[in-house]
């Protein structure tokens, strides 16, 4: 959380956008701290957090447009791509598996899948991606890409901003940003466990 707070005080809204557009989309952003940086970021918009960046509308409106943004190219590069990504070999940038475990997701809950996957790191990278591989039509991507870069990207900042505000929380910033990127880690820590539950009734 320390590095990050240096990031925004050092960077702005910039980096804000920066690192929220390559985690929404880019292949390379997934070990980005999206959530944690949003609720810093809401923070440091506060008059508790002293005004480090602009005020909260500017902010959360910077984190939904790169939100958005990032998305979109995501979205682009699955159409461009397409199935070949499945089978590219891996690296120190990038797992297959991250690619397989997205298209799982979006197989289960189809194009809301867009909206939901926004609350999960890593899958929220890949899942644009896997949806232009599947051809998802553009008018519903976009109109759920919108929905999931408000509700992420406005509303954590928006979280950040108000809970700050706390007296506890503001003098805990620390524990409150590990909080939120524990939140946010619990769905691929379930995720995983039904995964290896189904493995183990297959070998039964």
Do not use: C
Request: aromatic share 10%.
């Amino acid at each position: 959380m320390i590095d990050v707070e240096r990031w925004l005080a050092a960077g702005g809204v910039a980096i804000l956008a920066a690192v929220v557009f390559a985690e929404s989309g880019l292949l390379i952003g997934f070990f980005l701290p999206g959530d944690t940086l949003l609720f810093v970021a809401g923070f440091l918009s506060s008059n508790a957090g002293g005004r480090v960046l602009p005020a909260l509308p500017v902010t959360a409106g910077v984190a939904f447009v790169a939100a958005a943004a990032g998305d979109q190219v995501g979205f682009i590069i699955g159409r461009r791509v397409g199935p070949g990504l499945f089978k590219r070999p891996q690296s120190r940038l990038f797992n297959p598996t991250n690619v397989i475990r997205a298209q799982s997701f979006f197989d289960r809950r189809g194009p809301s899948a867009v909206v939901v996957a926004r609350l999960i790191p890593v899958v929220r990278t890949f899942t644009p991606i896997v949806a232009g591989v599947g051809n998802m039509r553009y008018r519903t991507f976009l109109a759920y890409n919108l929905i999931g870069a408000a509700l992420w990207g406005v509303g954590v900042t928006t979280l950040g901003y108000y809970l700050g505000e706390i007296q506890l929380i503001k003098d805990n910033l620390d524990y409150a940003a590990i909080v939120i990127l524990v939140v946010s880690l619990t769905p691929i820590a379930l995720e995983y466990r039904r995964h290896r539950r189904a493995i183990a009734r297959a070998n039964i």
